[in-house]
């Protein structure tokens, strides 16, 4: 080992695969050297996209401003859970191999090449490990590399500041050149790039860092290019080095000519003996634009005597622009991802740049981004993706927008109602698959860990209720393996472990709870999970002395409250979220304590939404109102009391929860964000009494309730298609999809900024209602199964006594499935369903018995649309008044020639002496049957016991667990009765 200066060199005699050490050099024209360096097309941490390791940059930064190179967190948008975290893979643009890494931030690291998954196998030997140090890091390799895909493990003790590949050729170098100034005295101030909005002056000069380091030299060349020169490819630098005893490392940095404080590469060499030495360092072609900068950095150690001579190989930019192009997208896209939390740019309205810049500590962070977006459109005005990320971040800053086409208008034959939903849905479904195919890891992760993905799952939260395949299959499974991820390291008790305000201590998987109990209706696991939770929010309020029910505060709460209830200060904010799981057991089973903390909350809120003064935030120990709106009734948390006051009118049945709204309804007004919500109010028969020329104008409001009041689905598809011109950086209607495909997918924004609210109109049309982050209450009348996505829906009256649902096939042949009610009372229903060619008494009719999440079998005719009558003729029980018996599948277990199961009741009322017994496919009993009895959980403390089944001598598949295999037993719900038994 040699130490020259503060760069340390390890010089091996025999090279094996790998050797850690500078490439070497010989001096004279025989030993000159071209290293090209080896462009990226993707990198990731996990399945995340993360373009900091590759970005040319020791001191990449996250949203925040600081600095954030791997293994730190690039903030939370690329952070998984699974594996640690662990796990860099980066993917070459090309397959022609490399000869060397360079390793910049001193970590430690094992490289290995074309890996298959994601996780460090110990039975894989790495191609080179890196030990570590302050410096850069070289490997260069015996024999050329062939993997397209390379992946770090283990990163530690510095960063994966900036990862090279290089490919090395002992060639003489020809072609033109382009000599640079010397410039003695340090690193050349870059001038600013001249943006697209001159007239509001140039964007600033980025922070140019340049570390001097000690006992080391730095000689800079740099130059102006002249008007005529339009792109460059390569750097030659000439070293000479004299009277050197020993072997001589320097390094040769390229820096961009766009934006200089980034490398487009860094070399790091190791000279033999003392001698003239040439060097050709070939990099990404780079297309020149005014205010360019040519600059070179060469680094020598201190005392040594050595001459430094740079020259330019020029190109033509329509060969150049390829490469450059390509590497201004990456960092496009690297920047706009890392920004996309908390997406400054929609303050950008225009204004002065260096006045937005200055708005706060985000907005400062968006000269990065900015200069990548007007470079990338400077150099491909015409670039789809450009135009994407362009037009997403300039929005409300551009005159115009480029012309793009709206939706295909539907085929012949084929209703406009059957066309804008199902276009909507499959873009929605689109968008979801992708995530799933690109980003998920087998926690349920995307890449936001616990704390954001759980709200991206909540976007999703309709999916599930239109296929039983394709894309919901694989949403549900994921979201399973998220809540098992959630249940292990971020609650107790149903409650966040880590103490935070109310809307992330929701996020930590408060959300994913109910969800879980919502996706997979009558599972005892996901309920008694929920059920947990929702007793547990009695820790986090206070009943105060005049009766009021609050949470005790806003800004800190978690699992610690259990033991430890803090003081009261102020209720308000994102608190209302925090019922998401009482709620969910209450629309389950009507529990009534769950219902009793939603009423003394309810009823304590109600006081403070009065007409001018609707409350959002009470000091809970005075009473007093600390924040509030004149003219937005239920406005608090995002609108979140909105969806809880609505969803307890749904469950009580008081219209007292919707008054807040109801008093302007009746007026023909629906101020923000009862708008929101008249379709709801309206199916939950709180707007019966209303005339219709009061409904009108509330019509105008809602395409809805124009369509469930009047009639009238027009407006819901003009809603569905848009408009050309988008208002907001969002993808809310079929227009916007045309003009931003992109930027809910491969713009690897973060997952809790993915916000496909184009998905409400299909939800609208399909179901009959539609849920989504923060928009937690369940209003949808149907679902839908068997039918693949060759199908169409549009519920056109959604009531607890009446439905009304048109359908139509895409298919070419009849199809069958199923329709399954969730808003219907319990009741006896005639069923009319017929073509609409048919007249109505040629529509066939008979009469079912339906309760909440029972199912009707369909059979839709080829190419025609049918429709779907339900009309109560009596009303029978409430179903949420019995007991509900339940097994769940991964409970169950073989031992001793017994089947284990675990019987649950999560009802209403108590279950005496229910057979449990092993059934066999064609549902006949096999054995003797056990017997069990249970109280209902109306404290919300589970109740389960354990029972064990005798296998027979030689199982067969097909077997299952049944609970009341006679179904003598009434209950809420007959779905979760059974389960396949395991086999021995």
Same mark, same amino acid.
């Given at each position: 080992?040699?130490?020259?200066?503060?760069?340390?060199?390890?010089?091996?005699?025999?090279?094996?695969?790998?050797?850690?050490?500078?490439?070497?050099?010989?001096?004279?024209?025989?030993?000159?050297?071209?290293?090209?360096?080896?462009?990226?097309?993707?990198?990731?941490?996990?399945?995340?996209?993360?373009?900091?390791?590759?970005?040319?940059?020791?001191?990449?930064?996250?949203?925040?401003?600081?600095?954030?190179?791997?293994?730190?967190?690039?903030?939370?948008?690329?952070?998984?859970?699974?594996?640690?975290?662990?796990?860099?893979?980066?993917?070459?643009?090309?397959?022609?191999?490399?000869?060397?890494?360079?390793?910049?931030?001193?970590?430690?690291?094992?490289?290995?090449?074309?890996?298959?998954?994601?996780?460090?196998?110990?039975?894989?030997?790495?191609?080179?490990?890196?030990?570590?140090?302050?410096?850069?890091?070289? #490997?260069?390799? +015996? !024999?050329?590399?062939?993997?397209?895909?390379? %992946?770090? =493990?283990?990163? /530690? &003790?510095? @960063?994966? $500041?900036?990862?090279?590949?290089?490919?090395?050729?002992?060639?003489?170098?020809?072609?033109?050149?382009?000599?640079?100034?010397? #410039?003695?005295? +340090? !690193?050349?101030?870059?001038?600013?790039?001249? %943006?697209? =909005?001159?007239? /509001? &002056?140039? @964007?600033? $000069?980025?922070?140019?860092?340049?570390?001097?380091?000690?006992?080391?030299?730095?000689?800079?060349?740099?130059?102006?290019?002249?008007?005529?020169?339009? !792109?460059?490819?390569?750097?030659?630098?000439?070293?000479?080095?004299?009277?050197?005893?020993?072997?001589?490392?320097?390094?040769?940095?390229?820096?961009?000519?766009?934006?200089?404080?980034?490398?487009?590469?860094?070399?790091?060499?190791?000279?033999?003996?003392?001698?003239?030495?040439?060097?050709?360092?070939?990099?990404?072609?780079?297309?020149?634009?005014?205010?360019?900068?040519?600059?070179?950095?060469?680094?020598?150690?201190?005392?040594?005597?050595?001459?430094?001579?740079?020259?330019?190989?020029?190109?033509?930019?329509?060969?150049?622009?390829?490469?450059?192009?390509?590497?201004?997208?990456?960092?496009?896209?690297?920047?706009?991802?890392?920004?996309?939390?908390?997406?400054?740019?929609?303050?950008?309205?225009?204004?002065?740049?260096?006045?937005?810049?200055?708005?706060?500590?985000?907005?400062?962070?968006?000269?990065?981004?900015?200069?990548?977006?007007?470079?990338?459109?400077?150099?491909?005005?015409?670039?789809?993706?450009?135009?994407?990320?362009?037009?997403?971040?300039?929005?409300?800053?551009?005159?115009?927008?480029?012309?793009?086409?709206?939706?295909?208008?539907?085929?012949?034959?084929?209703?406009?109602?059957?066309?804008?939903?199902?276009?909507?849905?499959?873009?929605?479904?689109?968008?979801?698959?992708?995530?799933?195919?690109?980003?998920?890891?087998?926690?349920?992760?995307?890449?936001?860990?616990?704390?954001?993905?759980?709200?991206?799952?909540?976007?999703?939260?309709?999916?599930?209720?239109?296929?039983?395949?394709?894309?919901?299959?694989?949403?549900?499974?994921?979201?399973a393996a998220l809540a098992e991820l959630a249940d292990r390291e971020?609650?107790?008790?149903?409650?966040?472990?880590?103490?935070?305000?109310?809307?992330?201590?929701?996020?930590?998987?408060?959300?994913?709870?109910?969800?879980?109990?919502?996706?997979?209706?009558?599972?005892?696991?996901?309920?008694?999970?929920?059920?947990?939770?929702?007793?547990?929010?009695?820790?986090?309020?206070?009943?105060?002395?005049?009766?009021?029910?609050?949470?005790?505060?806003?800004?800190?709460?978690?699992?610690?409250?259990?033991?430890?209830?803090?003081?009261?200060?102020?209720?308000?904010?994102?608190?209302?979220?925090?019922?998401?799981?009482?709620?969910?057991?209450?629309?389950?089973?009507?529990?009534?304590?769950?219902?009793?903390?939603?009423?003394?909350?309810?009823?304590?809120?109600?006081?403070?939404?009065?007409?001018?003064?609707?409350?959002?935030?009470?000091?809970?120990?005075?009473?007093?109102?600390?924040?509030s709106y004149e003219n937005r009734p239920l406005y608090g948390g995002?609108?979140?009391?909105?969806?809880?006051?609505?969803?307890?009118?749904?469950?009580?049945?008081?219209?007292?929860?919707?008054?807040?709204?109801?008093?302007?309804?009746?007026?023909?007004?629906?101020?923000?964000?009862?708008?929101?919500?008249?379709?709801?109010?309206?199916?939950?028969?709180?707007?019966?009494?209303?005339?219709?020329?009061?409904?009108?104008?509330?019509?105008?409001?809602?395409?809805?309730?124009?369509?469930?009041?009047?009639?009238?689905?027009?407006?819901?598809?003009?809603?569905?298609?848009?408009?050309?011109?988008?208002?907001?950086?969002?993808?809310?209607?079929?227009?916007?999809?045309?003009?931003?495909?992109?930027?809910?997918?491969?713009?690897?924004?973060?997952?809790?900024?993915?916000?496909?609210?184009?998905?409400?109109?299909?939800?609208?049309?399909?179901?009959?209602?539609?849920?989504?982050?923060?928009?937690?209450?369940?209003?949808?009348?149907?679902?839908?199964?068997?039918?693949?996505?060759?199908?169409?829906?549009?519920?056109?009256?959604?009531?607890?006594?009446?439905?009304?649902?048109?359908?139509?096939?895409?298919?070419?042949?009849?199809?069958?499935?199923?329709?399954?009610?969730?808003?219907?009372?319990?009741?006896?229903?005639?069923?009319?369903?017929?073509?609409?060619?048919?007249?109505?008494?040629?529509?066939?009719?008979?009469?079912?018995?339906?309760?909440?999440?029972?199912?009707?079998?369909?059979?839709?005719?080829?190419?025609?649309?049918?429709?779907?009558?339900?009309?109560?003729?009596?009303?029978?029980?409430?179903?949420?008044?019995?007991?509900?018996?339940?097994?769940?599948?991964?409970?169950?277990?073989?031992?001793?020639?017994?089947?284990?199961?675990?019987?649950?009741?999560?009802?209403?009322?108590?279950?005496?002496?229910?057979?449990?017994?092993?059934?066999?496919?064609?549902?006949?009993?096999?054995?003797?049957?056990?017997?069990?009895?249970?109280?209902?959980?109306?404290?919300?403390?589970?109740?389960?016991?354990?029972?064990?089944?005798?296998?027979?001598?030689?199982?067969?598949?097909?077997?299952?667990?049944?609970?009341?295999?006679?179904?003598?037993?009434?209950?809420?719900?007959?779905?979760?009765?059974?389960?396949?038994?395991?086999?021995?």
């Amino acid at each position: 080992m040699v130490r020259l200066g503060s760069v340390v060199v390890l010089v091996f005699v025999a090279l094996t695969r790998s050797t850690l050490g500078a490439i070497p050099l010989t001096p004279g024209p025989s030993g000159a050297v071209t290293v090209q360096k080896v462009s990226v097309a993707d990198c990731r941490v996990v399945r995340g996209f993360l373009g900091t390791p590759v970005d040319g940059s020791e001191h990449s930064r996250d949203y925040r401003g600081s600095v954030r190179e791997y293994p730190r967190t690039a903030s939370d948008g690329v952070a998984y859970s699974y594996n640690g975290n662990d796990g860099v893979h980066i993917t070459l643009a090309d397959s022609g191999g490399f000869d060397a890494i360079v390793l910049r931030g001193g970590a430690a690291a094992r490289a290995y090449a074309d890996v298959d998954g994601l996780v460090e196998s110990a039975g894989v030997e790495p191609i080179a490990t890196f030990a570590g140090s302050d410096d850069a890091q070289t #490997v260069t390799f +015996g !024999a050329r590399q062939g993997a397209r895909r390379v %992946s770090l =493990f283990a990163v /530690q &003790g510095g @960063t994966l $500041a900036d990862v090279s590949f290089y490919r090395v050729a002992r060639a003489t170098p020809t072609g033109a050149r382009l000599d640079l100034e010397v #410039v003695p005295s +340090g !690193a050349p101030e870059p001038l600013p790039y001249a %943006s697209e =909005f001159d007239e /509001q &002056g140039p @964007t600033p $000069a980025l922070d140019l860092r340049y570390t001097e380091v000690a006992d080391t030299t730095w000689l800079h060349h740099s130059g102006r290019p002249s008007r005529d020169l339009a !792109a460059v490819s390569a750097a030659r630098v000439l070293v000479t080095v004299r009277g050197a005893a020993t072997p001589t490392p320097f390094a040769v940095t390229v820096h961009d000519p766009l934006s200089p404080r980034l490398d487009l590469a860094h070399v790091e060499f190791v000279a033999s003996a003392a001698g003239a030495y040439d060097i050709t360092v070939d990099f990404a072609e780079q297309v020149l634009l005014p205010g360019s900068l040519l600059w070179v950095a060469t680094r020598v150690p201190a005392g040594v005597d050595a001459d430094v001579a740079v020259a330019f190989t020029p190109t033509d930019r329509a060969s150049a622009l390829p490469e450059a192009l390509a590497w201004r997208k990456l960092l496009m896209r690297t920047y706009f991802s890392l920004l996309s939390e908390p997406r400054p740019w929609g303050g950008y309205r225009g204004q002065p740049r260096e006045e937005f810049y200055s708005d706060n500590r985000y907005a400062a962070q968006c000269p990065r981004l900015f200069l990548a977006i007007d470079q990338c459109h400077a150099l491909a005005p015409d670039d789809d993706l450009v135009r994407q990320y362009r037009e997403w971040v300039y929005l409300r800053a551009l005159p115009e927008l480029s012309s793009i086409a709206g939706p295909p208008a539907p085929p012949d034959g084929v209703p406009d109602w059957a066309w804008y939903p199902r276009l909507a849905w499959i873009e929605t479904r689109r968008i979801a698959e992708w995530w799933l195919d690109e980003r998920l890891v087998e926690t349920g992760e995307f890449g936001g860990r616990v704390g954001d993905d759980t709200d991206m799952y909540q976007q999703y939260v309709d999916l599930p209720y239109f296929e039983s395949g394709g894309v919901a299959g694989p949403l549900k499974a994921a979201g399973a393996a998220l809540a098992e991820l959630a249940d292990r390291e971020n609650l107790r008790g149903g409650l966040n472990i880590h103490a935070t305000d109310s809307l992330h201590a929701y996020e930590e998987g408060i959300n994913h709870l109910a969800l879980m109990s919502r996706w997979f209706y009558g599972d005892p696991i996901y309920f008694e999970r929920c059920m947990e939770s929702a007793r547990n929010m009695e820790a986090l309020t206070i009943r105060t002395a005049d009766g009021r029910r609050h949470f005790r505060t806003t800004v800190r709460m978690g699992a610690e409250d259990i033991e430890t209830p803090r003081e009261p200060n102020v209720d308000g904010h994102a608190n209302p979220l925090m019922w998401h799981t009482a709620l969910q057991v209450a629309d389950y089973n009507r529990n009534p304590e769950a219902l009793r903390l939603l009423r003394e909350w309810g009823d304590t809120w109600l006081r403070y939404q009065n007409p001018g003064e609707f409350a959002t935030a009470v000091d809970v120990v005075s009473g007093d109102v600390v924040d509030s709106y004149e003219n937005r009734p239920l406005y608090g948390g995002y609108s979140t009391q909105a969806s809880v006051f609505t969803w307890l009118y749904a469950l009580t049945g008081d219209a007292k929860y919707v008054e807040p709204f109801t008093l302007y309804y009746r007026r023909g007004e629906a101020p923000y964000p009862s708008n929101g919500y008249l379709p709801d109010v309206w199916a939950l028969g709180g707007m019966g009494d209303l005339g219709r020329e009061t409904l009108a104008p509330l019509a105008g409001r809602s395409a809805a309730l124009a369509l469930y009041a009047l009639g009238d689905h027009g407006p819901a598809m003009a809603r569905a298609i848009g408009k050309a011109r988008a208002s907001t950086a969002q993808i809310s209607s079929l227009s916007d999809a045309a003009r931003w495909p992109d930027m809910y997918t491969t713009a690897h924004q973060f997952t809790d900024r993915v916000f496909p609210d184009i998905q409400s109109h299909a939800s609208q049309a399909y179901l009959g209602g539609h849920m989504r982050r923060n928009r937690m209450h369940p209003t949808l009348a149907v679902s839908w199964a068997g039918f693949g996505s060759d199908y169409a829906a549009l519920v056109r009256e959604n009531g607890r006594d009446h439905l009304r649902v048109s359908v139509y096939s895409y298919a070419d042949e009849p199809t069958r499935g199923r329709m399954t009610v969730w808003a219907l009372d319990h009741g006896v229903y005639d069923l009319a369903a017929g073509t609409d060619g048919d007249s109505a008494g040629g529509r066939g009719t008979r009469r079912v018995e339906l309760a909440k999440g029972e199912s009707v079998a369909v059979t839709l005719p080829p190419g025609e649309a049918t429709t779907i009558e339900l009309t109560q003729v009596a009303r029978l029980d409430s179903v949420f008044a019995r007991a509900d018996l339940a097994v769940a599948e991964r409970e169950l277990r073989v031992e001793d020639g017994h089947v284990h199961a675990r019987i649950h009741n999560i009802g209403a009322a108590p279950a005496a002496d229910v057979l449990v017994a092993l059934v066999d496919s064609e549902g006949s009993q096999v054995g003797e049957p056990a017997t069990v009895s249970l109280e209902a959980p109306l404290d919300l403390r589970p109740r389960s016991v354990d029972v064990k089944l005798r296998l027979p001598p030689t199982p067969t598949h097909g077997l299952r667990v049944a609970i009341d295999p006679a179904n003598t037993v009434p209950e809420i719900y007959e779905g979760n009765n059974t389960a396949p038994a395991p086999l021995p």
